[in-house]
């Protein structure tokens, strides 16, 4: 295929995507936005005046970048996971594309930027929710955008992998409960690990999430736990390893062909 | 003449160890109308998924229009459509956009794909669903869906497995003025079926495959040589390929 050809078939999996993300938009944007609304009401309104400040700013404002995160990263793995999982296992319709000249990179690619394209979305829509709670401080607009396309970028890929791997529907719904949730939750959405000594404050550091918290929000209020160099170190070895889980998935045809 | 298909000692064992092809060799010229026929579990759907690139072979080879399918897939890829036996299209979409966008899989842009996925739906009776979701057709209007998006890049080589299974007579016959009007425009077709009056009608060359082999390969003609016409008659009297073929897969049936 020629480049322009490539170009069109990659743009016709993404937009594909899109239109699907769309029509089922109670399902894919609604969710979190919900919760994210009842979080930003709780901690705001109800606890934030009580708890006080925190790293010098309200409360509110410090949970802002982990619940975004929290609805980044379980956005971006539930699309190329479902996506995946459904089109291989529900409808078959994935053989539309392997009947096609279509190279299975293209293929990846264009499930990974359709999930990509959903945690940035959602992480926007998260953040112009919580303006309604807040202020923001911004302090660097692009580490807030690195973080936020490289962070769905890992979990796109993370959730790709899975899909792949999948036996049933469970071996995708069970992720987000079982796995994404508590590494978010226990990564410092909620304190900061200054308040946190001892074995719990160990065990933060140990969860990968931690860092992509902490990153993102240094890009608000310039402040945070690790230095934003381990954070973002970490964060691009997280997107090369699964980038290189991807090819290897690409390279044995991703176990579509029987 | 150059081949539209050319299969040589093609192998299969699924994963599972049931050996579906056992050395298979198979041609078939540009412009035929070939038909491949063969009892439930013959290896049929075997091939065709290994010609389209659904499942990997064991050994042999496959070329289509020259281009070898395991050199360069990509390319020999191009020049074929596939109507799969089994619905495989996700039923929440609307009609058009699961031919347009199987257009865009072959790099085709929606600006030319659009028009031309519009005539292709027209021309098979589906002008009036196109906004509709698929879940909305008949069981005949999804198989001319599938039909459509078979044909929206233009292929050279069209595959159709078992398309006219559970369409009624009528269908029936208007599938087969469509495709007979797809020949006569130069497309190579390859159609395996269950309805041997279909395949006496329509195709130039047969071959019957069971367990996997192929046992008879020719043109209509010599194949319906090998009728019997003296052979002492059951009760039911079937069309003449139908009486070539029971006599030959004899035994591979199941009996009920
Ligand atoms: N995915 C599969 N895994 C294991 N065995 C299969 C698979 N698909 C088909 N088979 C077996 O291969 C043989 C040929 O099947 P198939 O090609 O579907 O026959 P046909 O299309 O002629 O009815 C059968 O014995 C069938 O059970
Ligand atoms: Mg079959």
Redesign the pocket.
Known sequence: MTPYQLWTSYYTIIRKDVVRMVRIWPQTFLPSIVTSTLYFLIFGAFLGSRIGEVHGVPYVMFVVPGLVMLAVVTNAYMNTAFVMFQSKFFARNIDEVLVSPTPPWVLVAGFVSGGVLRGVVIGCLVLAVSLFFTHLSIHSLFVIFLFLVLTSLVFSLAGLVNGVFAKSIDGINIVPTFVLQPLVYLGGVFYSTQALPGFWGTVTKFDPIFYLINGFRYGFLGTADVPLYVSTGLLVAFSAAFLLAAWYLIRTGLGLR? | MELALDIKDLKKT???G?P?LKGVTLSIPQGDFFALL??????????I?IVTGL?DKSSGSVRVFGVDMEKEPQKARLHVGVVP?NFNFNIFEKVIDIVVNQAGYYGIPRSVALPRAKKLLTDLGLGEKLNVTARELSGGMQRRLMIARGLIHEPKLLIL?EPTAGVDVELRRSMWAYLEKLTKSGVTILL?THYLEEAEQLAKRVAI?TK?EIIVNGTMEEVLAMHDDSAPKDKYRAGKLEEVFLKLVEGDAPTL
């Open positions: 029987q | 699924y994963a599972s049931t579906a063969g009892p439930n579990g013959a290896g049929k759907t075997t091939l998924s499942a036996q497995d395996t495959i996997g």
